[in-house]
């Protein structure tokens, strides 16, 4: 009788689907959550707005303002007081969470951020909700993982995706919102990631979409094509992005210090200050307050003159790192998108008045400029790209968007400039204290690029860090155990075990590895 030949049996492999279900399930909770933040900020804005419209008739209105800003400071101080991590942006946070750098307890975070970001964004304070809305998807994250005792990598794949989710339900953003979280947070391309991440992005941009409806969050009219005759205007806009963006980097790195040097000063409760200034801006320029929408939508209803436009960059500016500085809860998103609308609005009635363009083509310039500056002060230029096409609801100006795009990153890049959320992390790392090492084992994933030390090398080859162990190499779908002669290919995702509380330090050292140059001695040795 002849043997049956063996057919190993077919089974589903579930692990990216049971995260894509989990993806969204934490994407639904961060839609309904971010969502009514972003309801309340909008509302808290009205009604700002209305108040100081009244005060035209009556400027004596404007003394009641001073008991409600102090209440605003209070609250926020207090609460900035008793969890410190829901200071600024957040996005910081959430990366360096996801690298291993520290630890939040994820429900303080997320009322706390929630009624101090409604507070200090509604105020009218030059802040954005999307940084908030990055954390507050974190923290749910965090949550559903906990809940399902999920922790190492299965709990910081919920995190990111929660995070990508909460960035989509504040611009309506799911494609670009999922790229930003890889590509600038997380820093991880992994299929897992990602797949977790656009699922999230999905369901809370659905949440958004139910209640906020279809409409692109920044809707403009561009013109159908922009002239290939006038592109090198589009090299000039991007140099002039690159130059500013990298004053923008300064003056918001350093926004603190100049809080820190008044006298006696409580950085907790130091909003006040701002809070104050905001009364003439109120009074005088309304369209200004808040992150920006108003402002970028409303830019064609604004005097022409670049002199003016010049002006509001300054103020816009000045006073949005101002808000930033106090470490209200509140980001530099929008304000970033807000000033690119300006200087595209300024730089576009400058072609107009030098008569080398048409004034038809002013909202391209602020279109443009809005990717711009976010692509060379984020130094994402691929989600700022995606990011302005899925805001503005066009898909006719990818060409322009890249060039003006990598132009603004290359100037910033020639000239050192780093990505701005990762040097607030370092900063936020020198003083942070709330980190609580795990003992626990916990994997990282090392992709092998084009150019790396690593690549071509066999693993015997290479002196890999103490309290490390790489365990897999998985390369396109497929993954194999390692040997000392296995070579390591571009394209490759190295998995390494180890320690929870050592993973970021163990990531450091193999990054720098990999970034080596093979005429560079290697440490140690």
């Not at 974190?138 to 922790?151: D, P």
């Not at 109120?282 to 436009?309: C, E, H, K, M, Q």
């Not at 603004?408 to 040097?423: K, S």
């Amino acid at each position: 009788m002849k043997a049956k030949a063996f057919v190993p049996k077919r089974t589903l492999n579930t692990t990216r689907f049971l995260y894509i279900i989990k993806g969204l399930l934490v994407g639904l909770l961060v839609g309904l959550v971010v969502s009514l933040f972003r309801l309340a900020i909008e509302h808290l804005l009205l009604v700002v707005k209305s108040f100081f419209q009244l005060t035209h008739s009556n400027p004596w209105l404007l003394l009641l303002w001073l008991p409600v800003a102090l209440v605003i400071c209070l609250v926020n101080g207090y609460l900035i007081k008793t969890t410190p991590h829901i200071k600024g942006s957040g996005i910081p946070q959430v990366e360096g969470q996801l690298a291993g750098d520290l630890e939040m307890q994820w429900w303080p975070v997320l009322w706390k951020k929630w009624i101090g970001g409604v507070l200090g964004i509604g105020s009218g304070l030059f802040l954005g909700r999307e940084g908030p809305s990055i954390q507050l998807g974190a923290a749910i994250g965090q949550g559903v993982a906990e809940t399902m005792k999920k922790r190492g990598s299965s709990r910081r794949v919920l995190i990111a995706g929660g995070a990508a989710a909460g960035l989509s339900a504040a611009f309506n953003a799911p494609i670009a919102s999922s790229l930003f979280i890889v590509e600038e947070v997380y820093h991880n391309f992994s299929p897992l990631v990602w797949t977790t991440a656009l699922a999230a992005s999905v369901s809370a941009n659905y949440v958004s979409m139910t209640i906020f409806g279809l409409k692109p969050v920044l809707l403009l009219d561009p013109s159908s094509a922009f002239p290939v005759k006038d592109y090198w205007q589009l090299i000039l806009l991007g140099i002039v992005l690159g130059l500013l963006g990298l004053v923008y980097q300064y003056l918001t790195l350093n926004a603190g210090k100049f809080y820190r040097r008044i006298p006696g000063i409580n950085m907790n409760y130091v909003s006040f200050i701002p809070l104050l200034l905001l009364i003439p801006i109120a009074y005088w320029y309304p369209v200004t307050l808040g992150g920006g929408n108003a402002l970028i939508t409303g830019l064609r209803d604004l005097p022409a003159s670049v002199v003016f436009l010049a002006g509001i960059f300054v103020l816009r500016l000045l006073f949005s790192v101002m808000s930033y500085g106090t470490g209200l809860p509140g980001g530099i998103f929008l304000p970033i998108l807000s000033l690119g609308a300006v200087i595209g609005a300024c730089f576009g009635q400058g072609m107009v008045a030098l008569g080398l363009t048409s004034s038809a083509l002013v909202v391209d310039f602020i279109i443009y400029a809005m990717a711009g500056y976010f692509a060379c002060i984020g130094k994402a230029p691929f989600t700022a790209i995606l990011l302005i096409t899925e805001m503005v609801g066009s898909l006719q100006h990818l060409m322009p968007l890249a060039v003006v795009s990598l132009i603004a990153y290359t100037v910033v890049d020639l000239l050192r400039g780093a990505p701005i959320y990762e040097a607030m992390l370092k900063v936020l790392l020198r003083s942070d204290t709330e980190y609580v090492p795990g003992d626990y084992q916990d994997r990282l994933e090392i992709p092998v690029f084009a150019g790396s030390y690593l690549q071509d090398k066999q693993v015997r080859d290479i002196p890999w860090p103490k309290n490390c162990l790489l365990i897999s190499i998985m390369r396109g779908e497929s993954e194999s155990l390692p040997h000392g002669d296995t070579v390591m290919r571009c394209g490759d995702t190295l998995v390494v075990l180890t320690k929870h509380h050592v993973r970021a330090e163990v990531k450091r050292q193999i990054s720098a590895l990999a970034e080596r140059k093979e005429t560079e001695p290697i440490a140690g040795k």
